[in-house]
């Protein structure tokens, strides 16, 4: 089971961080997003046990995912967030450590949080 939270509403130039809680093991987690009428895209990636991370072209340099071990619980922290950043955002985790970039790669996933930027 994932459960978010985070998210809100926020203008151009602001930052925000999302929160997943995972109970069970899990081996790689990820971040996706979902705008209205558009299909759910990669946002970012870690692998569990080595921390390896992944990011979508259009995040990087401004989003970091990190992971806590202790509380089972990973992070996506968004700086100098855009209009087109206003989206659902989904976690999910698989079990591989192998990061994937698909949707259905993923077999569990949290309930989605809603991050709207204003301009």
Same mark, same amino acid.
């Given at each position: 089971?994932?459960?978010?939270?985070?998210?809100?509403?926020?203008?151009?130039?602001?930052?925000?961080?999302?929160?997943?809680?995972?109970?069970?093991?899990?081996?790689?987690?990820?971040?996706?997003?979902?705008?209205?009428?558009?299909?759910?895209?990669?946002?970012?990636? @870690? +692998?569990?046990?080595? $921390?390896?991370?992944? !990011?979508?072209?259009?995040?990087?340099?401004?989003?970091?995912? #990190?992971?806590?071990?202790?509380?089972?619980?990973?992070?996506?922290?968004?700086?100098?967030?855009?209009?087109?950043?206003?989206?659902?955002?989904?976690?999910?985790?698989?079990?591989?450590?192998? @990061? +994937?970039?698909?949707? $259905?790669?993923?077999? !569990?996933?949290?309930?989605?949080?809603?991050?709207?930027?204003? #301009?």
């Amino acid at each position: 089971q994932l459960v978010q939270s985070g998210g809100g509403l926020v203008q151009a130039g602001d930052s925000l961080t999302l929160s997943c809680a995972a109970s069970g093991r899990t081996y790689t987690m990820g971040w996706f997003r979902q705008a209205p009428g558009k299909e759910r895209e990669f946002v970012a990636a @870690i +692998s569990w046990s080595s $921390g390896n991370t992944n !990011y979508a072209d259009s995040v990087k340099g401004r989003f970091t995912i #990190s992971r806590d071990n202790a509380k089972n619980t990973v992070y996506l922290q968004m700086n100098s967030l855009k209009p087109e950043d206003t989206a659902v955002y989904y976690c999910a985790a698989r079990a591989s450590t192998v @990061i +994937s970039y698909y949707p $259905g790669g993923y077999g !569990y996933w949290g309930q989605g949080t809603q991050v709207t930027v204003s #301009s």
